[in-house]
């Protein structure tokens, strides 16, 4: 499996301004403040030599998200909940953990850094979903139950075609192997772990069947492609009731909310005016200005 996304990557890559335009300013100098809170030229510098391939205009909004959503919502990320997530995303890479962390520019220890401030984010996102009838409803039109498949993934397309002509010449041989390679996976729609396009092909099988063609999916973190084998052990049927799936559903939810641009950008945007977030630096003007006209409001 590939990284995922865990929760909303709000900006990411080199951004325009550098750490050369604090060259004028002292150590202490104040760059953000925020109710209770600064950061300071010298906290930007510290963080830079944890994310050293990270833009100084977004490495200044993160700090200032983790401030505010740490001081919202620290108590419901805990240390546990970290390292679950990160062992999980160790345990799917396998071998390829330490070159895909590379890749993506992190360390074992600034990796763990983001997805605590992801997992915050998520937390502020799911504050401002309202759970309605309505909206589990409208979900569940879309919900697929619990599915086991067998998901095995290649470095190359010719390998995953390789991989659905063994599996339809010799089906019994085929899960055999990937029973050993732990490829035998449950899921449903509501599932972080399993790649939507992986998902979307799943639920199309029969009993039996695999994927006609590999399933091309891009990681996220490194823009590398993965290509899936898919065989369908045990598709489900949801039936009519919703409530049935009810805590699936709200998963589902959370996951859409995520991946709304506009709704967490309006999430964002409302904690900046409540922290009164104001950046001092004229170089450093713009960092919020994605936020400034939000489209929308939180629902």
């Given at each position: 499996m590939n990284f995922k996304k865990i929760g909303i990557v709000v900006a990411t890559g080199l951004a325009g301004i550098t750490l050369a335009s604090c060259g004028k300013n002292s150590a202490d100098s104040d760059i953000i403040t925020m109710k209770?809170?600064?950061?300071?030229?010298?906290?930007?510098?510290?963080?830079?030599?944890?994310?050293?391939?990270?833009g100084a205009s977004t490495l200044l909004q993160n700090m200032t998200f983790n401030k505010i959503f740490g001081k919202e919502f620290g108590k419901k990320v805990s240390d546990k909940d970290v390292t679950k997530e990160f062992?999980?995303?160790?345990?799917?890479?396998?071998?390829?953990?330490?070159?895909a962390l590379q890749q993506a520019g992190y360390t074992e220890n600034s990796y763990k850094d983001s997805i605590r401030s992801q997992l915050l984010l998520k937390q502020a996102v799911v504050n401002d979903i309202k759970f309605s009838d309505d909206l589990y409803?409208?979900?569940?039109?879309?919900?697929?139950?619990?599915?086991?498949?067998?998901?095995v993934?290649?470095?190359?397309?010719?390998?995953?075609?390789?991989?659905?002509?063994?599996?339809?010449?010799?089906?019994?041989?085929?899960?055999?192997?990937?029973?050993?390679?732990?490829a035998q996976i449950s899921f449903d729609s509501s599932s972080a772990?399993?790649?939507?396009?992986?998902?979307?092909?799943?639920?199309?099988?029969?009993d039996g069947e695999v994927s006609?063609?590999?399933?091309?999916?891009?990681?996220?973190?490194?823009?590398?492609?993965?290509f899936y084998v898919i065989k369908m052990i045990k598709n489900a049927d949801k039936g009519t009731d919703w409530k049935k799936y009810k805590s699936e559903l709200k998963e589902v939810i959370i996951k859409n909310k995520q991946a709304d641009t506009?709704?967490?950008?309006?999430?964002?945007?409302?904690?900046?005016?409540?922290?009164?977030?104001?950046?001092?630096?004229?170089?450093?003007?713009?960092?919020?200005?994605?936020?400034?006209?939000?489209?929308?409001?939180?629902?």
């Open positions: 209770g809170d600064t950061i300071r030229v010298s906290d930007l510098y510290k963080e830079t030599k944890e994310f050293p391939t990270t062992d999980a995303q160790k345990k799917s890479l396998g071998s390829n953990f330490a070159s409803k409208s979900t569940f039109e879309t919900y697929h139950p619990e599915v086991s498949a067998y998901v993934s290649e470095a190359t397309e010719d390998a995953a075609k390789a991989k659905i002509a063994d599996a339809q010449k010799n089906a019994s041989d085929f899960d055999a192997t990937a029973k050993k390679a732990n772990s399993v790649p939507t396009e992986v998902m979307t092909a799943a639920f199309k099988l029969k006609q063609a590999p399933v091309s999916v891009t990681n996220p973190q490194t823009g590398a492609p993965a506009s709704f967490v950008n309006s999430v964002i945007t409302k904690y900046l005016k409540q922290y009164n977030v104001k950046v001092k630096p004229t170089e450093f003007s713009n960092t919020f200005s994605a936020f400034e006209s939000t489209p929308g409001t939180s629902k």
